[in-house]
């Protein structure tokens, strides 16, 4: 049986791209109450994963980086 | 009546030291944040090079040089992604006094950890001997490559060996429940580390 990776690993990018959207995003609604320097770097670095979980999986449906083949 | 001063001043001891980790913990904190910045300010300044030499060129990436494998970075970058979530769950669970979790997703952030310097080590194996892109060879494309996403790689290879190192120590009894700065630092970092690669995927494979 042929597997074609490429889309393999896009199928897996999307699925793993939108649990860690909505995990990372889950924790810092849970976290957005606490107080503290370090709570606020926390609740930054938590907002910008959940960012970046969505840009892979954009780039996993080809929303993004889908750039057409050199000729 | 010696053994009843000795307890005494025990006690006074280990009240001491809880005084002195209270005392000392938010200028630690402030210490290990500062560390982050000036890390900051090291990728920006790579980053920003980089930036620059692209616009400043003819086209990118320059000619005979291919666009970089974007599913592979996709999913490479949904690993560390994943790392850094199942890093905040641990830290979480280590609060509420829950070692058990604690250690699956500690160990599961190695692992992923682990898992996305596998996947680099794929990416450059291809650029390197099907693409011959190298990093002296190629140009600003793979010096700037290799040197960041290197810079970065170094980075979550250090990241792999502190946490290991963090939950063998949280394992022989170092952390308590009130007493735990080691972990809160390393889940910063690690969050750091995400955290840089969100721009360097979007720069390296996006645009």
């Given at each position: 049986m042929?597997?074609?990776?490429p889309?393999?690993?896009?199928?897996?990018?999307?699925?793993?791209g939108?649990i860690?959207?909505?995990?990372?995003?889950?924790?810092?609604k849970?976290d957005?109450t606490?107080?503290?320097i370090?709570?606020?770097?926390?609740k930054?670095?938590?907002?910008?994963?959940?960012?970046?979980?969505?840009i892979a999986?954009?780039?996993?449906?080809?929303?993004?980086?889908?750039?057409?083949?050199?000729? | 009546?010696?053994?009843?001063?000795?307890?005494?001043g025990?006690?006074?001891?280990?009240?001491?030291?809880d005084?002195?980790?209270?005392?000392?913990?938010?200028?630690?904190?402030?210490?290990?944040?500062?560390?982050l910045?000036?890390?900051?300010?090291?990728?920006s300044?790579?980053?920003?090079?980089?930036?620059y030499m692209?616009?400043?060129?003819?086209?990118w990436?320059?000619?005979?040089?291919?666009?970089?494998d974007?599913?592979?970075?996709?999913?490479?970058?949904?690993v560390?992604f994943g790392?850094?979530?199942?890093?905040h769950?641990?830290?979480?669970?280590?609060?509420h006094?829950?070692?058990?979790?604690?250690?699956f997703?500690?160990?599961?952030?190695?692992?992923?950890?682990?898992?996305?310097l596998?996947?680099?080590?794929?990416e450059?194996?291809?650029?390197?001997?099907v693409?011959?892109?190298?990093?002296a060879g190629?140009?600003?494309?793979?010096?700037?490559?290799?040197?960041?996403?290197?810079?970065?790689?170094?980075?979550v290879?250090?990241?792999?060996?502190?946490?290991?190192?963090?939950?063998?120590?949280?394992?022989?009894?170092?952390?308590?429940?009130?007493k735990?700065f080691?972990?809160?630092?390393?889940?910063?970092?690690?969050h750091?580390?995400?955290?840089i690669?969100?721009?360097?995927?979007s720069?390296?494979?996006?645009?």
């Amino acid at each position: 049986m042929h597997i074609d990776v490429p889309i393999l690993e896009k199928t897996v990018a999307v699925v793993g791209g939108i649990i860690v959207a909505l995990v990372s995003a889950k924790a810092l609604k849970d976290d957005w109450t606490s107080v503290g320097i370090d709570n606020g770097v926390f609740k930054l670095m938590l907002g910008l994963l959940c960012l970046g979980a969505v840009i892979a999986l954009l780039a996993g449906v080809g929303v993004l980086g889908n750039f057409p083949k050199a000729a | 009546m010696a053994v009843a001063s000795m307890s005494h001043g025990a006690i006074a001891e280990h009240e001491g030291a809880d005084q002195l980790y209270v005392e000392t913990r938010a200028l630690r904190l402030q210490g290990f944040l500062l560390f982050l910045v000036s890390d900051c300010v090291l990728f920006s300044s790579f980053i920003f090079a980089y930036l620059y030499m692209r616009n400043s060129g003819q086209g990118w990436p320059p000619p005979g040089i291919s666009r970089l494998d974007v599913s592979l970075g996709a999913l490479n970058s949904v690993v560390l992604f994943g790392s850094g979530a199942t890093m905040h769950y641990a830290l979480e669970n280590w609060k509420h006094n829950n070692f058990g979790r604690y250690a699956f997703f500690m160990l599961a952030t190695i692992l992923l950890g682990s898992a996305f310097l596998s996947g680099q080590a794929v990416e450059y194996t291809h650029l390197i001997f099907v693409e011959h892109v190298t990093w002296a060879g190629s140009g600003i494309f793979g010096a700037s490559f290799f040197t960041l996403t290197g810079m970065h790689g170094f980075h979550v290879t250090c990241g792999v060996i502190y946490l290991t190192i963090l939950f063998l120590q949280s394992v022989h009894g170092v952390y308590t429940k009130d007493k735990y700065f080691g972990l809160t630092a390393g889940t910063l970092y690690w969050h750091f580390v995400d955290v840089i690669w969100v721009v360097l995927f979007s720069i390296f494979y996006l645009i």
